[in-house]
């Protein structure tokens, strides 16, 4: 089955300073990643997929990329963080024969 | 469009009660079905799933029947315990599942187990 990691657990960033946020899959090959922000209190939104290495698709327009170097790597990065990009992050996957999603265990991030 | 519509939160109940979390969904064909479960800190788990209806998803004491005349799969316990305590939601992913279905998520019910 398949393992995600996600780190850092939490992470205190300043306004304007860069984010990078790492997601790595073991256990399958070629599957779907996705990014997903958890506000306060509040649902899932999903902000990036990838199906491919070097493939993105955002679903909501905003401060942050994402970028796929390699077949189980996703990354989430910004050049300049904003206040409302505290959150929590969930990376998720989706191998090629496996009905639901498995996730990490999520970054809180906090920009102060 | 295809969408998940659970109870909202929080929901707080005492230890050993019966647990009941409605969701209903709107999409066309036969979906498949999911409860995920965040602990508070962590990411989100698996709890059960339904691929086709009057499928009966069943882990850890929770059920959820695929109800295809309701468009519901309502999650139920029959004796909660403080450490149900946790976030509930409710997803699907559309007719013809492939990998590069992307799921739908409900907004989460919270869940709190008074002892």
């Known amino acids: 089955s398949q393992t995600i990691h996600q780190w850092p657990a939490t992470l205190v960033q300043p306004v304007g300073s860069p984010l990078s946020l790492e997601c790595t899959v073991e256990?399958?090959?070629?599957?779907?990643l996705y990014w997903y922000r958890q506000a306060a209190g509040r649902g899932l939104q999903l902000l990036f997929y990838s199906v491919g290495i070097g493939q993105i698709s955002s679903e909501v327009p905003q401060n942050l990329s994402a970028s796929r170097p390699q077949d189980r790597q996703f990354i989430l990065s910004s050049k300049k963080l904003l206040l409302s990009d505290s959150g929590f992050y969930l990376c998720a996957c989706v191998g090629a024969h496996n009905y639901g999603y498995t996730f990490g265990s999520g970054t809180r991030l906090t920009v102060v | 469009g295809n969408s998940v519509t659970q109870m909202e939160g929080p929901v707080t109940l005492s230890e050993e009660a019966f647990l009941t979390i409605n969701c209903t969904y709107t999409?066309?064909?036969?979906?498949?079905l999911f409860w995920y479960v965040q602990y508070p800190g962590e990411g989100l788990q698996l709890l059960l799933k339904a691929t086709k209806a009057d499928d009966k998803g069943s882990n850890k004491g929770f059920e959820a029947t695929y109800r295809k005349e309701t468009t519901s799969f309502h999650l139920e316990k029959g004796s909660v315990q403080v450490s149900d305590s946790a976030v509930y939601f409710c997803?699907?992913?559309?007719?013809?599942?492939?990998?590069?279905?992307?799921?739908?998520f409900g907004s989460g019910t919270r869940l709190s187990i008074r002892p």
């Open positions: 997803a699907l992913i559309p007719t013809g599942y492939s990998s590069a279905s992307k799921i739908i």
């Open positions: 256990g399958t090959s070629n599957p779907n």
């Open positions: 999409a066309t064909g036969y979906p498949s």
